[in-house]
């Protein structure tokens, strides 16, 4: 397994990794590929997916990440957060 | 890959009807699903994500078609059926 990322912060830019993998997954199919900002840290957890998948218990870390609902959904002036690890998500921008 | 349950942001099914009734439950059966789920986790046969994960492998048309707690209870019966507590093809059918 490669090295763990490294912490985000709240305000931090994040991409929902676009792959998704087979099997069961905390990340609902209208997140993939999208841009947020992480809000809060939810310190860190094992992974359902990889637990079901591979039995692997490692403690990952978990974000509340905010995103804008025109964003996601081509519509509406609020937002949305969704709780998500950081095995499926990237950082985004310059110096993210 | 999204399975067929992640139904999200999808149109078409309209909004999400409220009710006034306080009853937790729409009828016995489901709460008796309800318990046996409680006793079931309780007693470690299955993780509440492999549970999550059973619903989520019911047939596609199922997310649908079936009520939540008959979601529950043929998620229950796949797992224990999974890991040979019961014979689910011996089950009458409903």
């Given amino acids: 397994m490669t090295r763990p990322p490294p912490p985000l912060q709240p305000g931090s830019r994040v991409r929902i990794l676009a792959v998704d993998p087979l099997g069961h997954s905390r990340v609902p199919r209208y997140l993939r590929g999208q841009q947020g900002h992480v ?3 939810h310190g860190s957890w ?4 990889r637990v079901i998948a591979a039995a692997d218990h490692t403690a990952r870390r978990c974000y509340a990440v905010r995103f804008d609902a025109a964003g996601v959904f081509g519509l509406g002036d ?3 957060i969704a709780d998500i690890w950081e ?3 990237e950082p985004e921008g310059v110096g993210s | 890959m999204a399975r067929s349950h992640d139904l999200g942001g999808v149109e078409g099914f309209g909004a999400i009807p409220g009710t006034d009734d306080d009853a937790r439950f729409s009828s016995d059966w489901e709460a008796r699903v ?14 509440l994500d492999e549970f999550r994960d059973a619903v ?3 047939p596609p048309g199922h997310a649908l078609t079936r009520s939540y707690y008959h979601r529950w209870m043929e998620a229950m019966i796949s797992l224990l059926d999974e890991r ?7 089950l009458e059918a409903e």
């Fill in chain 2, 84 to 90: 040979g507590v019961i014979d689910a093809g011996s």
């Fill in chain 1, 78 to 80: 609020h937002v949305l």
């Fill in chain 2, 56 to 58: 989520e492998r019911l």
């Fill in chain 1, 46 to 49: 094992p992974v359902p997916g």
């Fill in chain 2, 34 to 47: 309800f318990g046996l789920q409680r006793v079931l986790l309780a007693c470690g046969l299955y993780s």
């Fill in chain 1, 87 to 89: 095995t499926d998500l």
């Fill in chain 1, 39 to 41: 809000v809060e840290l």
